[in-house]
């Protein structure tokens, strides 16, 4: 099968200016002090020249405003973002707001989308993803507790939610909530919104992390109290019972961009880890000399090209395939691309010495924040699980005791394969 990542000269344009805005324009919001509401007007005329470039928002539909890219196209942009964390809320990608917007857009009533929706693409709302629970495995979703009843005309939600991304500054969310505990263990959830200041929603605390600054603004992740919180019936999205599957709708092509901006990241410590390598002498010449630093930079990109590949790649089935033929391309791209940003990460900082662990360089806000990709989007450990099964399946035990490369076993059965032409040779000689 012929396997085709390549892009027109057209996008490829789009692609290199968003390279250079990104560098010039986004990264200097990275150290800009300033409260809200001066980084508001800070970002304001960065995301009006998004949309003028006709780059926002990407991962929509043409008739919600996107531009209706593959998944390959949104994994190069989403690339480049990567690099740095506020060049998705300039691009109007940023989570939880990207993969939200996406289940309304696909699951969506039209009175859901105009209430929620269209005013979250505009700016005007902000959105919060509420399905982690303190209590119960985030690894294995089926055990979640939180509950919603419906009573008459109105759902009443019960529940305690935590790492809730973005829910203390939430406008409305979007809650995995148990609807038929009696059903199976993947058609008992559903999702439904409930409005920011529903009675009974209690917006505890963002729970601190070793995420750390960037998580200013409100930013971060909540822990949120479900004390009857009553929401029309028609808060539903998409049909009873059907969370689970939404769920997977919205995290699949969202590990795609996930693993494409950690390669974002990952190539901006990579650069900086070339770069020291050059400018910093010991022992008599550059760094760059040194053995070892070499193998760090040879691994590096040999690392990043492959998780690159494999990305554009799973990237490339959900295109042709479908999202349900890329499984096992996902979970792969999941654990070996959490791997190589962490690893490249910390090379970088190990080039840099003290400089590099202090908070004169980004690469310790860098390390803290690659730790979280381990985790999130379901563990390293899930995934490698769910890969296994799947190769596994397509493998079944030889008959007899013995492995099907036995070498006795497999002379005995040539003999007997080549037993007349051998037997020819012997009476021709």
Known sequence: MTWDFSTEPEFEAKLDWMRKFVREEVYPLEVLETDEAGFGHAIRPLQQEVKRQK????????????QGYGQVKLGLMHEIEGASVWAPIVFGNQAPDSGNSEVLAHFGTEAQKKKWLYPLLEGKLRSAFSMTEPDNAGSDPTLLSTTAVLKGDEWVINGHKWFTSNGMIADFLIAMVV???????????????????????????????????????????????????HVPKDNLIGKRGQGFLIAQARLGPGRIHHCMRWLGQARRAFDMLCERSLQREAFGKKLAGHETVQNWIADSAAEMAAARLMTLHAAWVIDTQGAAAARKEISLIKFFGAKVLHDVIDRAIQIHGSLGYSSDLPLEEMYRHARAARMYDGPDEVHRVSVARQILAGYQAPEGIWPREHVPTRRAAAQRKFAALLEAAVTDA
Do not use: C, Q
């Open 55 to 66: 780059l926002w928002a990407t991962h929509l539909p043409p008739e919600l405003g996107g």
């Open 179 to 229: 609807t038929d505990p009696d059903a199976g263990p993947y058609e008992r959830a559903s999702m439904i919104i409930v409005p920011g200041d529903a009675p009974g929603l209690k917006k505890v605390r963002n729970i601190p992390t070793m995420a750390g600054e960037h998580e200013r603004f409100g930013y971060g992740h909540a822990e949120v109290l479900y004390e009857n919180v």
